[in-house]
C-alpha cells in the first residue's frame, strides 16, 4: 500500500493520522488505538460543549427528574449547526425520555451509543478509502484499523465526559519525543 494514501482519505487531519498509524507496521501497535483516541477527543472537544453536558448531568441529578416523564423535552443542541454530536445526544435522549426518566445511567448509555456512531462512521469512511485507493497491504491495513478502534470503548470515553465536566481527556502513555512528521525549522 502507498505511505501517501493518508492525505487524501476523506476525513479531517486527526483521523488521517489515525490511518497513517495504520499503514505504517512500526505504529499499528502502540500508535494507532492513541491516534483513534485523539482524534475521537477532538471531535467530542469541538461537537460538544461543557455547558451541554452539565445541562444534561443537571437534569439527570434534578430531584424534578423522577416526577415528569419528559426531563429531555426541552434540550437543544448548539443553533450554529457545527455541533452534530450535541444534535444527535439530543435526539437519543428525547427519545428515551419518552419511555421513562432518564438517570445519569441512561446518559451514559446515550452519550456511549453517540461516541460508538462516530467511530464507526470514521472507521467506515477510512475502511472505503483504503478499499478504494489502498492495493497491496489493503488488509493489513484494514485488520490494524478495526483492532485499534475496537481498543478504544465509548463507555470509558462517556465516563470520562461524564466525570471530568464534560472534556475527554487523552492521556498519552508515551513518552514526548520528536516526531518524524514535525517541521523542526520553524
Same mark, same amino acid.
Given at each position: 500500500m502507498r505511505d501517501d494514501i493518508h492525505k487524501s482519505a476523506p476525513v479531517n487531519n486527526a483521523w488521517r493520522s489515525v490511518l497513517k498509524h495504520c499503514n505504517r507496521e512500526s505504529d499499528r501497535k502502540d500508535r494507532a488505538a492513541e491516534?483513534?483516541?485523539k482524534a475521537l477527543a477532538g471531535d467530542l472537544s469541538r461537537e460538544l460543549s461543557p455547558a451541554f453536558v452539565k445541562?444534561?448531568?443537571?437534569?439527570?441529578?434534578?430531584? /424534578?427528574?423522577?416526577?415528569?416523564?419528559?426531563?429531555?423535552?426541552?434540550?437543544?443542541?448548539?443553533?450554529?449547526?457545527?455541533?452534530?454530536?450535541?444534535?444527535?445526544?439530543?435526539e437519543r435522549l428525547q427519545v428515551r425520555a419518552k419511555r421513562g426518566p432518564v438517570d445519569m445511567n441512561g446518559l451514559r448509555e446515550e452519550l456511549a451509543g453517540v461516541i460508538d456512531d462516530r467511530k464507526e462512521s470514521q472507521a467506515r469512511a477510512i475502511r472505503g478509502h483504503v478499499? /478504494?485507493?489502498?492495493g497491496k497491504g489493503t488488509a493489513e491495513c484494514n485488520e490494524a484499523l478495526r483492532n485499534s478502534f475496537n481498543q478504544v470503548s465509548a463507555v470509558e470515553c462517556a465516563n470520562q465526559i461524564l466525570d471530568g465536566g464534560g472534556k475527554m481527556v487523552v492521556d498519552s502513555k508515551r513518552s514526548k519525543g520528536v516526531s518524524l512528521d514535525e517541521n523542526l525549522l520553524r
Open positions: 491516534s483513534v483516541r445541562d444534561l448531568v443537571e437534569r439527570c441529578n434534578s430531584p /424534578k427528574a423522577d416526577l415528569f416523564r419528559g426531563n429531555f423535552e426541552g434540550v437543544r443542541a448548539a443553533e450554529d449547526g457545527g455541533h452534530v454530536i450535541e444534535q444527535q445526544l439530543a478499499l /478504494k485507493a489502498g
